[in-house]
């Protein structure tokens, strides 16, 4: 202790105890109408960030559906798929980015020791490349949802390529609006539909009665809805789409260049209500 704070002080140590890393991820984050979040649910050594990151999104994830289902356009399902969403993010995140780096890290150190060879040490420190692998790695999507319109065969995962493409299960990526400002500030508390015109006048746009179906699904269905037009000029056209149906949470829900066939449906599975 005084190595480390580089200087003699007096102390007394009353007991000295061991702590054991361990990765821990509960089976299930609801039974019933208890639910868990943040370290009730996973726990983890203080590594890398992750488990402030992980409860945050516990947090996001779970919010919008209790308050949803309290207001009455939730569902069971809905409040399930917090759990399926979730913890298949944790597990892959303690696995494969809390687990194998602690273990990477020890090889390191048992190979490289400063106290043996400094200079090997420096050398070999400088030379790893893999940190911003890991982080552009790092991007935990629900394409899997059973609550969101993702690839076939999708899966709920904490690997992901960082992208400003909108993608069902993704994260919706910042990006500024033809105002000026940034598409965050524009989102609405419950779904919002980015609706991006190809004319100059986001405010003149031929498909009024394709904003008008996803307005009218959403009445019918007691849902939260704000559209949100602009021109998918810019940089909205990374979006790649002209359709982004966005969670309250952020996440992706759907998007395409035109509507699917059953507007209704799409929207009622966004919620947890198809079927």
């Known amino acids: 202790m005084q190595e480390a704070a580089g200087f003699e002080f007096a102390c007394e140590l009353d007991h000295v105890g061991f702590w054991d890393l361990r990765v821990a991820v509960a089976e299930n984050y609801q039974v019933g109408r208890v639910f868990i979040a943040g370290d009730a649910a996973h726990s983890h050594p203080p590594y890398g960030g992750f488990g402030l990151n992980n409860g945050l999104e516990d947090a996001a994830n779970l919010g919008w559906k209790l308050a949803a289902t309290l207001q009455g356009w939730g569902s069971e399902a809905l409040l399930q798929s917090y759990s399926e969403e979730r913890r298949a993010i944790f597990k892959e995140t303690a696995e494969d980015?809390?687990?194998?780096?602690?273990?990477?890290?020890?090889?390191?150190?048992?190979r490289y020791d400063p106290e043996r060879d400094r200079e090997e040490f420096e050398r070999a420190w400088k030379a790893q490349t893999d940190a911003a692998s890991r982080v552009q790695g790092y991007e935990p999507n629900y394409e899997g949802s059973p609550i969101v319109g993702g690839p076939p065969h999708g899966k709920c995962s904490a690997h992901g390529t960082h992208m400003f493409k909108a993608r069902p299960g993704?994260?919706?990526?910042?990006?500024?609006?033809?105002?000026?400002?940034?598409?965050?500030?524009?989102?609405?508390?419950g779904f919002t539909l980015l609706a991006l015109n190809a004319n100059e006048d986001a405010n003149e746009d031929a498909d009024d009665g394709i904003v008008e179906s996803f307005e009218q699904a959403a009445r019918s269905l007691g849902m939260p809805l704000k559209v949100v037009r602009d021109?998918?000029?810019?940089?909205?056209?990374?979006?790649?789409s002209r359709l982004i149906l966005?969670?309250?949470?952020?996440?992706?829900?759907?998007?395409?260049?035109?509507?699917?066939?059953?507007?209704?449906?799409?929207?009622?599975?966004?919620?947890?209500?198809?079927g």
């Open 97 to 110: 980015f809390i687990a194998a780096r602690i273990a990477k890290d020890a090889a390191f150190l048992a």
């Open 170 to 189: 993704h994260h919706l990526a910042p990006q500024p609006l033809s105002t000026g400002r940034n598409v965050f500030e524009a989102l609405g508390t």
């Open 231 to 240: 021109t998918c000029r810019g940089e909205l056209k990374r979006y790649e």
């Open 246 to 274: 966005v969670r309250p949470d952020q996440f992706v829900a759907w998007s395409g260049d035109t509507p699917p066939g059953d507007v209704r449906a799409l929207m009622s599975r966004a919620i947890g209500r198809l």
